[in-house]
Structures are given as C-alpha cells and as structure tokens.
C-alpha cells in the first residue's frame, strides 16, 4: 500500500470521525430542545404560581416481574406493566404469567413488543394504541381520564434501578406527571425489596427532565422508532371492569 492510500484512508476515517461527533451533538440538541418543550407545555401560564387543572395521581398497584408469579419468562417487564394496569381497572386474578402466556410467545422470551401486548390484552377485550413521539401533555391527559400509561424507556438513564448493568429499553408504568417530576411503577425489582427505602409506596419519582431524557433515548437500544413512545387503553374515561 501507498503512503498515498495511508493517507486517504486516514483521511476518510478522520473524515467519518467527525460526522459521528456532528450527528452526536445533533441528537444532544434535539434532545435539549424536546425537552425544553415539553416541560414548558405542561407548566403554569406566565404570571401563574399554581396548576388551574389538577394532576391526577393514580393508585396502580404494583407488580414485580421476578416473583413467584412471573416464572414463565424473564423478559416479562410488558406483561407486569400490563398485568398492572388490568388490576388498576378491575380485572380479578390477574398475575404477569397469566399476561405473559397471553402473549401467546413460547415459555422464556427475552422481551415484548407492542403487538405482543396487544395481543395479551385482546384476551380481555381491552384495545391498546401504540403512540411513538408521544407528548407529554399527552400522556398527562391519559392520567386525567383515569388511564394509567405505559411507557417504553432507556433503563441505563433512569435513576434509581435494581440492575445498573441492565443496558437495553424497559416498560413502565407512568401514574402521575406534573411540571416538576414523574412517578411510575418500575416491574423490574424484586418482591421484597422496595427502591424507597424510606417510603411506603413502590412508585419511584424522578425529574421531568431526567424521564424525558429516558424516553426519548430508545434509540440507543436499538429502537428507532420507539423514541417518546406509549401504550395507552383504548378504553372510556375512569373505566372499570365488571369481571376477570
């Protein structure tokens, strides 16, 4: 080879470099700017010092993907989340590997998509939208109509997690949003540990902007087109079952 083909290569790779180190810092500030925006959208009028419309706090219960209960498959943080919300509206005997069979997927799946938990939530008759590049203003007005949202988010951004080697996309479920934080039901912790320790309740709460970072970096898992994305129940406003 060359020292004139040593050096074209060099300048090529130098070259690729620098486009990556460009699209980086593209992405960074899209980022920025989303959730400069979306933080904005939902906080009070210029002037105002309190919400005109209250946030609404939803009592989901919790639901771990490692218990006793959640043997059919380890990759069942979509069924949890969704074995959740089935609870929360009603539905009687209602564990994640009941959700997790329902999927239909073979005994020791690695993960859920949407139309796996589409397909779990068809059998009791509850549609589900798949809504990647959701607002949150969205997701806000799904709470207010009594409907908890499940979310998709990059683990490795949240906080508090129960696996810090853990470096893929995971399912949670979000049950209060205001302009300042988020509270959501994380299924990737074990039965008899609770990641507030000083707290009774299970939800975790975060940072707004610490949540929309997670939620718009999907695409570093592998999900492009699951950046900002929700599950939402297609189902009335404060809907509750009448059965199992």
């Known amino acids: 080879m060359s020292l004139i083909d040593i050096t ?5 790779r130098e070259l690729i470099q620098h486009q990556e180190i460009a699209l980086k810092r593209a992405r960074e500030l899209q980022m920025s700017l989303r959730i400069e925006s979306e933080v904005s959208s939902i906080m009070p009028p210029p002037g105002t010092t309190t919400y005109v419309i209250p946030k609404p ?4 219960p919790w639901k771990s993907q490692l218990s006793d209960d959640a043997s059919y498959a380890a990759g ?3 069924p949890a989340c969704l074995a959740m919300c089935l609870e929360y509206f ?3 005997n209602i564990t994640v590997d009941r959700v997790a069979r329902a999927t239909e997927l073979a005994k020791g799946f690695r993960f859920t998509t949407v139309s796996h938990l589409q397909q779990a939530s068809s059998h009791w008759n509850i549609p589900l ?3 990647p590049n959701a607002s949150i203003k969205l997701v806000q007005d799904e709470l207010r109509a009594g409907r908890p949202v499940v979310a998709l988010v990059y683990y490795p951004d949240l906080l508090i997690r129960s696996d810090p080697d853990y470096p893929w996309s995971h399912w949670i479920v979000i049950t209060r949003v205001t302009g300042q934080k988020v509270l959501y039901l994380d299924p990737y912790w074990e039965p008899g ?14 940072p707004l902007p610490v949540f929309l970072q997670a939620w718009g970096d999907n695409h570093l898992s592998g999900n492009e087109h699951s950046d900002n994305a929700i599950i939402a129940f297609n189902v009335p406003d404060h809907f509750k079952a009448d059965g199992d």
């Open 193 to 206: 540990v609770n990641p507030n320790d000083d707290k009774a309740t299970r939800e975790i709460e975060i």
């Open 8 to 12: 074209s290569e060099e300048a090529l």
């Open 90 to 92: 009603g539905f009687q």
């Open 129 to 131: 939208l798949w809504w």
């Open 76 to 78: 069942d943080c979509g």
């Open 57 to 60: 706090h939803l009592k989901v």
